[in-house]
């Protein structure tokens, strides 16, 4: 979702990035409101009209991939720049008035297929990617030009043991980013200490509660030290996956015993509202 307009991005196996306007969504049912369709006969089509409304067609479709996109990412003060990561290991830049063809294509981006991708909305020229080869990687869209071998500014290769599945920057600080893998370990991550020794490349934090691999993950944007994990870990508790909520501050300062308490109060409530939902 676009933050500056109503704009949505989509990529998958067809190696093309299609944008589109909820607008155009909301101005075609507001022209479907008087159509009217036969009773009992949810879905069908009626007369020229295909089912559950008019079709929206997209307001541009960019080709430049060679395999399936994992992920796309408007530019957060754009809506018509973007990037795009996919299973080619290539990093795109586009801009939607420019043409169809991708501005800036990185290949080898990472040693295997990308999974996600990330805008810094603090610093519009920082990009994050995380990969299938364990590796998060920083690029600065400043220094990359089209061709073989990107040049990221740097590699994150000690934070994870499995594919990175989703990057983060936090909506309040430039420096500070996290990621998650399929090791089921979400990492913290500052910009600022990279050099320090005691938090090798700038990892501060590590948060292993999870049972799975974590797949998603978001800030709380009024709550910037708040995050909320997800994790697909059916199989080890029985059905579905798990969310968790938790706040970096109160692990980082609180004995582990108060936090284990916590912890299982709102797994508790977590289990009560799935009861009360599933009755």
């Known amino acids: 979702m676009c933050p500056a307009e109503p704009f949505v991005l989509s990529g998958g196996k067809d190696k093309s990035v299609v944008l589109w306007s909820i607008r155009d969504h909301i101005s075609s049912l507001a022209a479907d409101q008087g159509a009217q369709q036969s009773p009992g006969l949810k879905g069908v089509a ?19 991939h060679n395999y399936t996109i994992e992920d796309v990412q408007f530019n957060p003060s754009s809506a018509q720049e973007f990037c795009s990561v996919g299973n080619d290991s290539c990093l795109m830049l586009w801009d939607a008035r420019t043409g169809s063809s991708p ?6 981006a990472h040693e295997a297929d990308i999974h996600c991708v990330d805008w810094n909305p603090n610093d519009l020229n920082l990009i994050l990617t995380g990969s299938a080869d364990n590796t998060v990687r920083l690029y ?6 089209s061709g073989a071998g990107g040049s990221p ?32 370990i979400l990492n913290i991550w500052d910009l600022r200490k990279i050099a320090d020794p005691i938090t090798p490349e700038g990892l501060f934090f ?74």
């Open 46 to 64: 009626v007369g020229n009209r295909p089912p559950y409304g008019s079709t929206v067609q997209p307001r541009g479709i960019f080709q430049g």
């Open 140 to 145: 600065d869209r400043r220094n990359l030009t």
């Open 103 to 108: 501005i800036l294509k990185v290949e080898r």
């Open 153 to 184: 500014i740097h590699k994150f290769e000690r934070g994870h043991n499995a594919p990175v599945q989703c990057v983060q920057w936090s909506p309040s600080k430039a420096s500070v980013f996290g990621s998650a893998a399929e090791d089921g």
């Open 206 to 279: 590590r948060h292993t509660g999870h049972r799975g691999k974590v797949v998603e993950f978001h800030w709380n944007a009024a709550d910037p030290w708040t995050i909320v994990s997800v994790s697909d870990d059916g199989e080890k508790v029985g059905g579905g996956g798990t969310l968790q909520i938790w706040r970096i501050t109160d692990m980082l300062s609180r004995e582990a015993e108060d936090v284990i308490k916590e912890l299982d109060i709102f797994k508790d409530h977590i289990s009560s509202c799935c009861s009360s939902s599933t009755s």
